[in-house]
């Protein structure tokens, strides 16, 4: 149905910045619920932040406020997280997902909302 690619992911010292990417197939972004998840190892898989399709409007867990930014760009089919100011916390594999549904607000960041995923791409913040 809808295939999802991240990429952009690396390293990166504490304190400083990636972006990463989404590319989406199959079905047009703006018809999209789309999310940014992470897991880190031996920890479960968390959400970062999400865009509705119905509007630009985002949604986050409290620790990236202010630092992570979810942007979409419709003509590339491409939705983009910028990371700053990364911390050592911040390292796991981020995982891409979207949904052709319309969640509500409160369902976005549940991971049983989305039935795409990305394959995932490895951020590592350290010294």
């Known amino acids: 149905q809808v295939q999802l690619v991240e990429s952009g992911g690396g390293w990166v010292q504490p304190g400083g910045s990636l972006r990463l990417s989404c590319a989406a197939s199959?079905?047009?972004?703006?018809?999209?619920?789309m999310a940014w998840f992470r897991q880190a190892p031996g920890k479960e898989r968390e959400f970062v932040i999400a865009?509705?399709?119905?509007?630009?409007?985002?949604y986050s867990r409290d620790s990236v406020k202010g630092r992570f930014t979810l942007s979409r760009d419709n003509r590339e089919n491409t939705v983009y997280l910028q990371m700053n100011y990364l911390q050592p916390d911040d390292t796991a594999v981020y995982y891409c997902?979207?949904?052709?549904?319309?969640?509500?607000?409160?369902?976005?960041?549940?991971?049983?909302?989305?039935?795409?995923w990305g394959q995932g791409t490895q951020v590592t913040v350290s010294p």
């Open positions: 865009i509705r399709r119905s509007n630009s409007n985002t």
């Open positions: 199959g079905r047009a972004t703006n018809t999209l619920a």
């Open positions: 997902a979207a949904t052709t549904g319309s969640p509500i607000v409160s369902s976005l960041g549940l991971a049983t909302t989305y039935e795409n």
